[in-house]
T-cell receptor
Framework: DSGVTQTPKHLITATGQRVTLRCSPR?????VYWYQQSLDQGLQFLIQ???????AKGNILERFSAQQFPDLHSELNLSSLELGDSALYFC????????????FGPGTRLTVT | QKEVEQDPGPLSVPEGAIVSLNCTYS??????FMWYRQYSRKGPELLMY????GNKEDGRFTAQVDKSSKYISLFIRDSQPSDSATYLC?????????????FGKGTKLSVIP
């Protein structure tokens, strides 16, 4: 158990809908990363937050957004969902911004029908 | 050409064998190299974390980095059925804004009793 928690474990929704994925980092970790894992693309970085501020953006679609709250939990919002958004979404945390180890949560499996 | 290339396998070995897993990369800015293990439908688990070139050993696992060849390896000695999983290499740079991980697509390993 990495200490990173994610809810829900599974999410099934229809195209065009909006969902929110939640992540709680390990105790003491200030930085949160979101990744998407699909069969064809593998694990891809979406966005990073540190202590409430956005720090880096990767291949994140405009329909997706995220935020980190004062208690350091983070939410990833996915809107206008398409079939191709079906994937595993992982959150990882590290103690600070910098070359520190990232520890991954168990993921949220999103299925868009 | 993808930034990180990893043979997807599958790789099947008998119990007790030495396993060699490899990745090549093209981005010379990568300075930190990691290996993650991912069991089916679980989050990636950090196995090894190395900086720059050289070897690092942890129990049955040895990570090697050859920056001159842009090639990293993970060796597993005395492989066990519990090692059956997908192994992901990951890497990142050292400058601000480069701490997100770039992953290989993973090699699926089966250790046969």
């Amino acid at each position: 158990d990495s200490g990173v928690t994610q809810t829900p474990k599974h999410l099934i929704t229809a195209t065009g809908q909006r969902v929110t994925l939640r992540c709680s980092p390990r105790s003491g970790d200030l930085s949160v990363y979101w990744y998407q894992q699909s069969l064809d693309q593998g694990l891809q970085f979406l966005i990073q937050y540190y202590n409430g501020e956005e720090r880096a953006k990767g291949n994140i679609l405009e329909r997706f957004s995220a935020q980190q709250f004062p208690d350091l939990h983070s939410e990833l919002n996915l809107s206008s969902l398409e079939l191709g958004d079906s994937a595993l979404y992982f959150c990882a945390s590290s103690v600070r911004v910098g070359p520190y180890e990232q520890y991954f949560g168990p993921g949220t499996r999103l299925t868009v029908t | 050409q993808k930034e990180v290339e990893q043979d997807p396998g599958p790789l099947s070995v008998p119990e007790g064998a030495i396993v060699s897993l490899n990745c090549t990369y093209s981005n010379s800015a990568f300075q930190y190299f990691m290996w993650y293990r991912q069991y089916s439908r679980k989050g990636p688990e950090l196995l090894m974390y190395t900086y720059s070139s050289g070897n690092k050993e942890d129990g049955r696992f040895t990570a090697q980095v050859d920056k001159s060849s842009k090639y990293i390896s993970l060796f597993i000695r005395d492989s066990q059925p519990s090692d059956s999983a997908t192994y992901l290499c990951a890497m990142r740079g050292s400058g601000a804004g480069s701490y997100q991980l770039t992953f290989g697509k993973g090699t699926k390993l089966s250790v046969i009793p």
